[in-house]
């Protein structure tokens, strides 16, 4: 096989983080008594911003997931426990878990055939754990990797040097990185020194180099076994 051992990226490459998202965030939101469905779009742009800042390394997690709260709801004149608030959406989150079209098909077929699968996020502990479970993709993994247990963020080399030595340190072009982000993803992918394939199905252009490029999961599969697929520069 060409690649036997697959990084997998979590939140929106097997996971679908949005409905999900939408999902507890409504839930949440209710029961702080907080402005309905119009105000989501509005905390989505304040956490997808500091999201970004995350994987620049500008601020800690810890700090980044209180503080999207507390600039949300300032801007409403509310000033809720938003400590409390992320804990309990966090718990809300890890209740749903609806996958991408494919996934568990692609994760099970790729544990029949002897490959290694391991999870890599820069998701939370406490919603990636519930999930995974309840979502029936568990017994096809052989790693979880969670940045906040790690100790480090992707891209960071210091959380992939981190994945490769609790692997007992396989050679780089046996391993292969799965993920959405360019940045988290694809540029941590390039900077460790293995393959990377980038989980597009919204055909955008790239601003990352990258080896792969797929629409749907379960275009993976051949490229995960003999090396064929697609490359970024013959997509666009």
């Known amino acids: 096989m060409r690649y036997p051992i697959i990084l997998l ?11 999900a998202e939408a999902c507890a965030l409504s839930e949440t939101l209710a029961r702080c008594g907080a402005p309905g469905e119009a105000a989501m779009a509005r905390y989505r742009e304040i956490n997808h911003a500091y ?6 390394g500008e601020i800690e997690k810890s700090v980044m997931l209180v503080r999207r709260f507390e600039d949300f709801f300032g801007g409403y004149g509310l000033a809720p426990d ?5 804990a309990e959406y966090l ?6 878990a609806f996958l991408i079209p494919g996934a568990l098909e692609l994760c099970r077929n790729l544990h ?10 820069n998701g939370t502990a406490a919603a990636n754990q519930t999930r995974l ?3 029936g993709l568990e017994p096809y993994f052989d790693g979880v990797f969670i940045s906040e247990v790690v100790g480090a963020e992707k891209p960071s080399p210091r959380f992939f040097d981190a994945v490769f030595a609790a692997l007992g340190h396989p050679a ?17 992918g390039r900077q460790a020194g293995i393959a990377t394939c980038w989980f597009n ?18 275009e993976l599969e051949s490229i995960v076994r003999h090396g064929q697929g697609p490359p970024l520069r013959q997509s666009f």
């Not at 990226?9 to 409905?19: N, Q, S």
């Not at 938003?82 to 992320?86: F, G, I, L, M």
């Not at 718990?91 to 749903?96: D, E, M, N, V, Y």
């Open 133 to 135: 479970r309840d979502s």
């Open 51 to 56: 999201w970004a800042r995350l994987e620049r």
């Open 9 to 19: 990226d979590a939140d929106r490459t097997l996971f679908d983080f949005d409905k």
């Open 82 to 86: 938003c400590a409390a608030v992320n």
């Open 91 to 96: 718990a809300t989150l890890g209740t749903f």
């Open 112 to 121: 029949e055939k002897g490959h290694r699968l391991c999870i890599v996020t």
């Open 172 to 188: 780089k072009d046996d391993c292969i990185i799965v993920g959405d982000s360019l940045m988290s993803d694809i540029r941590g």
């Open 201 to 218: 199905p919204e055909g955008k252009r790239p601003n990352e180099d990258c080896d792969y490029v797929i629409g749907a999961l379960g």
